[in-house]
C-alpha cells in the first residue's frame, strides 16, 4: 500500500465545517428575509412593537411572521460567534496545513487510524 488516498488533506471536512459556521451565523438573516418575503407578497404589516393580523388562505399567520422577524435580533450573537468560530477555523487549518506539509515533506505518511477491534 503505497499511502497515496492519505496524502490529502481532508478539504472537505474543512469545507463542511465552515458551511455549519456560515449557516450558524447568518440563520437570523435568512429567517428575517423569509419573514419579508412573505409579508410583501400578501400585503402584510411586520413589526417589532406587537403582533398584526395576516390572512394567508383562511389563516392567521401573523404571529408566525413576528417571531420570524423578531429573530433577527439572535444577528447579535451569531454573527459575533460565528466570527470567532470563523477564525477558529482559520488558525485551525492553518496549523493542520503547515503539519501536514511538514509530514509529508519529510517522507512520513500521515497517520492511519487504528483497526477497529471487534
Given at each position: 500500500?503505497?499511502?497515496?488516498p492519505h496524502?490529502?488533506?481532508?478539504?472537505?471536512?474543512?469545507?463542511?465545517?465552515?458551511?455549519?459556521?456560515?449557516a450558524?451565523?447568518?440563520?437570523?438573516?435568512?429567517s428575517?428575509?423569509?419573514?419579508?418575503?412573505?409579508a410583501?407578497?400578501?400585503?402584510?404589516?411586520v413589526?417589532?412593537a406587537s403582533?398584526?393580523p395576516?390572512?394567508?388562505?383562511?389563516?392567521?399567520y401573523?404571529?408566525?411572521?413576528?417571531?420570524?422577524?423578531?429573530?433577527?435580533?439572535?444577528?447579535?450573537?451569531t454573527?459575533?460567534g460565528g466570527?470567532v468560530?470563523?477564525?477558529?477555523?482559520?488558525?485551525?487549518l492553518?496549523?493542520?496545513r503547515?503539519?501536514?506539509?511538514?509530514?509529508?515533506?519529510?517522507g512520513?505518511p500521515?497517520?492511519?487510524?487504528a483497526?477497529?477491534?471487534?
Open positions: 500500500m503505497n499511502g497515496n496524502k490529502r488533506l481532508p478539504w472537505l471536512w474543512y469545507l463542511l465545517a465552515l458551511f455549519v459556521i456560515m450558524f451565523a447568518f440563520a437570523p438573516v435568512g428575517v428575509m423569509l419573514c419579508g418575503a412573505i410583501n407578497a400578501y400585503g402584510c404589516k413589526d417589532e403582533v398584526h395576516c390572512i394567508i388562505n383562511g389563516h392567521d401573523g404571529e408566525l411572521l413576528y417571531s420570524l422577524g423578531v429573530m433577527g435580533w439572535f444577528m447579535l450573537v454573527i459575533p466570527l468560530a470563523f477564525v477558529s477555523w482559520l488558525i485551525f492553518i496549523l493542520h503547515v503539519a501536514w506539509r511538514k509530514r509529508i515533506s519529510a512520513i500521515p497517520p492511519v487510524p483497526p477497529a477491534i471487534a
